[in-house]
């Protein structure tokens, strides 16, 4: 059982928009950043959005995050076959000593 | 170029030990925590547990204090993870991670390729 919930899964038809989201609590998503991480089948998981809303250089700007109070929220528009693969939620959660924590992670199938 | 790269793929028999590494380079080895992620297959990520090698400060999470050690060589900015006594639900994805630690802020930025644990007998 993951500290943080995630849908298992979601899906849409290509070009439409989708969104998963995560929640949490006070000690986690509530006074932490909240980053998500795609994984596509068979490889590493890779940091999609950091500082709840922010993207590496190379994500496109198709994908989007944000977080309000002890939920944050992961939106893709104009959805790609690419883009099938899990995603994940993450965040310190201020109760452990190794800090990290992810949501149990939602497969986005595109239709 | 920040990268982890990791060792290759391993088999071995329940009641093996075996000892997997993860090399950083490109960046300052010393200053970020670089942490264990298990993968079961067709599960989700779970964090195993972190070490900074600055200091080799060390943290396990619950479910694998006394299951694993994580250690560190900074002469090869090399981080390991080893189990004494492997059981066949050990078989698994194991993927190191580089994070910042002041924050969350940047996230699990930096991942390795992953190594593929198997046990059977």
């Known amino acids: 059982q993951s500290v943080l919930t995630q849908p298992p899964s979601v899906s849409a038809a290509p070009g439409q928009k989708v969104t998963i989201s995560c929640s949490g609590g006070s000690s986690n998503i509530g006074n932490n950043y909240v980053s998500w991480y795609q994984q596509l089948p068979g490889t590493a998981p890779k940091l999609l959005i950091y500082g709840n809303n922010r993207r590496p250089s190379g994500i496109p700007d198709r994908f989007s995050g944000s977080k309000s109070g002890t939920s944050a929220t992961l939106g893709i528009t104009g959805l790609q076959t690419g883009d099938e693969a899990d995603y994940y939620c993450?965040?310190?959660?201020?109760?452990?000593?190794?800090?990290?924590?992810f949501g149990g992670g939602t497969k986005l199938t595109v239709l | 170029e920040v990268q982890l790269v990791q060792s290759g793929a391993e088999v071995k028999k329940p009641g093996e030990s075996l000892k997997i590494s993860c090399k950083g380079s490109g960046y300052n080895f010393a200053t970020y925590w670089i942490g264990w992620v298990r993968q079961m297959p067709g599960k989700g990520l779970e964090w195993m547990g972190i070490i900074y090698p600055g200091d080799s400060d060390t943290r396990y999470s619950p479910s694998f204090e006394g299951q694993v050690t994580i250690s560190v060589d900074r002469s090869t900015t090399t981080v390991y993870l080893q189990w004494s006594s492997l059981k066949a639900s050990d078989s698994a994805m194991y993927y190191c991670a580089r994070s910042g630690i002041a924050s969350a802020e940047d996230g699990v930025d930096v991942w390795g390729q992953g190594t593929k644990v198997t046990v059977s007998s």
């Open positions: 993450g965040t310190w959660d201020n109760n452990l000593s190794t800090a990290w924590v």
